[in-house]
């Protein structure tokens, strides 16, 4: 089973709708949480941190279950510039709270935003 | 400007041959990462660096070295040893690894091909 899997999509959706990323975890020490897009042939960039209580940022949604160790995004109205890889990543907690330093992706979901 | 550069963007280099890839940054972190990605995959991790003169290998760091002589620079060669080393290689950088610090930002990474 794989550390971190996502469904890798693709999704292909008009502008204004609402599309939901899932991701699942296989650890459970995992510390911290995050989505990343990835625009084509370009480096990943953060989109936002996931934390326990859910938190939303302008049309993005994220949601963490520690108990069903999935996370997932949601994102409304959708718009064209949303068209990108979105990578769910974890990190290891190591001893004394600190992480081991290793972000561990999902493969990623490939979103498109269609006119 | 603070950030993450990397250098040459594109490096074209002949079976047998070393090559170093260049990673700086000015945004005052103590750890660094270097990850490859291959099409259509995740990222993968190669080496990492907490703190000046100390680093960890990764999940792949076969064929590869680094050094952190400096914190603001983490180097990544790749050796002849390495069997397939076209993939497009990205260094990271993140406050710590402890919870809160441990969100890493990308470089624009560095696309090598093997001829």
């Known amino acids: 089973r794989k550390e971190v899997e996502q469904d890798p999509g693709p999704f292909n959706v008009p502008e204004g709708a609402t599309v939901a990323f899932n991701c699942t975890y296989s650890?459970?020490?995992?510390?911290?949480f995050f989505w990343y897009r990835q625009d084509c042939r370009k480096e990943p960039k953060l989109l936002m941190s996931?934390?326990?209580s859910g938190n939303e940022d302008g049309r993005f949604t994220a949601q963490l279950n520690r108990a069903s160790q999935y996370i997932s995004l949601l994102i409304r109205d959708s718009k064209l510039s949303d068209s990108a890889t979105y990578l769910c990543?974890?990190?290891?907690?190591?001893?004394?709270?600190?992480?081991?330093?290793?972000?561990?992706f999902g493969q990623g979901t490939i979103l498109t935003v269609h006119p | 400007d603070g950030g993450i550069t990397q250098s040459p963007k594109y490096l074209f280099r002949k079976e047998g041959q070393n090559v170093t890839l260049s990673c700086e940054q000015n945004?005052?972190?103590?750890?660094m990462y270097w990850y490859r990605q291959d099409p259509g995959q995740g990222l993968r991790l190669i080496y990492y660096?907490?703190?000046?003169?100390?680093?960890q290998k990764g999940d792949i760091a076969e064929g590869y070295s680094v050094s952190r002589e400096k914190k603001e620079s983490f180097p990544l060669t790749v050796t002849s040893a390495q069997k397939n080393p076209t993939a497009f290689y990205l260094c990271?950088?993140?406050?710590?690894?402890?919870?809160?610090?441990?969100?890493?930002?990308f470089g624009p990474g560095t696309r090598l091909t093997v001829l």
């Open positions: 990543v974890v990190t290891l907690r190591g001893a004394g709270g600190t992480s081991y330093g290793k972000l561990t």
């Open positions: 650890n459970s020490a995992s510390q911290s």
């Open positions: 996931v934390y326990s």
């Open positions: 945004l005052n972190h103590d750890a």
């Open positions: 990271a950088s993140s406050g710590g690894t402890g919870r809160g610090t441990d969100t890493q930002y």
């Open positions: 660096s907490q703190i000046v003169n100390d680093f």
